[in-house]
């Protein structure tokens, strides 16, 4: 078996640690550097097109959707959001580090296909919770019709302290603001959090789940949260 060659590193802000890239033959792997280790292999991502397949899922036929994808990563949750909706459709993807969405524009970006270079999406660098936020004297209107989040391993934060932020009860009242009636927020996770659905049911949203395989059919379980703006 060939070795792993290094690829990239980059600091995730706010003291949050270091990503390496690697590769080994056309697998890639990107991962915390230190003890808490792999975050995100391309042979297992089966779930993270399946993020966008169900949170997209409505809005399939609408056009001139628009669609927020929280976390680049290897690329898969965009490409799939950009298959599951209109050619009128505009996909945001918002990134926190700017390294990975230049990783996504060289070879990395051959796992997905490339969707950064898609006409349709629009790249936002930073936190993706700035875009729930209302300008100064404003009422934050509607503006997505779904909402991909895949920041963390969980809604505890996992990778970047920070993120916690996006799970709080005012962040996802927040976030139900800019959604447009009908629209859904759905959240990947490494695992199931009951405590994660009650807190959704608070902010007045329509709750399901659905457990899904890491890699087409098989290895982890991850869990979706599905939550519709009521």
């Avoid at 690829?7 to 990107?30: C, H, M, V, W, Y």
């Avoid at 298959?83 to 996504?104: G, M």
């Avoid at 976030?175 to 009908?182: A, E, N, R, V």
């Amino acid at each position: 078996m060939n070795p792993w060659t290094h690829l990239g590193l980059a600091q995730i802000p706010n003291n949050g640690g270091e990503l390496e890239l690697t590769q080994r033959d056309k697998e890639f792997s990107i991962h915390l550097k230190g003890a808490r280790g792999e975050l995100m292999n391309s042979r297992m991502h089966s779930s993270e097109v399946a993020l966008s397949d169900l949170g997209c899922a409505h809005i399939k036929n609408t056009e001139n959707a628009k669609v927020l994808v929280g976390g680049m990563g290897m690329g898969f949750t965009l490409a799939a959001a950009l298959k599951a909706t209109t050619e009128s459709s505009k996909v945001v993807v918002a990134e926190l580090v700017p390294d990975v969405i230049e990783w996504n524009k060289g070879p990395l970006g051959e796992c997905a296909g490339y969707p950064i270079n898609d006409d349709r999406v629009i790249v936002h660098l930073g936190d993706v919770a700035e875009l729930f936020k209302a300008k100064p004297g404003k009422e934050r209107q509607p503006e997505f019709d779904a909402i991909l989040l895949d920041v963390d391993n969980g809604p505890e934060g996992f990778t970047h302290g920070d993120n916690n932020n996006i799970y709080s009860l005012n962040s996802l009242t927040a976030i139900s603001q800019t959604l447009k009636p009908g629209g859904v927020l759905a959240v990947w996770s490494a695992w199931h959090d009951p405590k994660f659905t009650t807190q959704l049911k608070k902010a007045k949203y329509k709750v399901h789940t659905k457990t899904v395989r890491a890699h087409n059919g098989k290895g982890s379980k991850h869990t979706i949260y599905l939550a519709e703006k009521i």
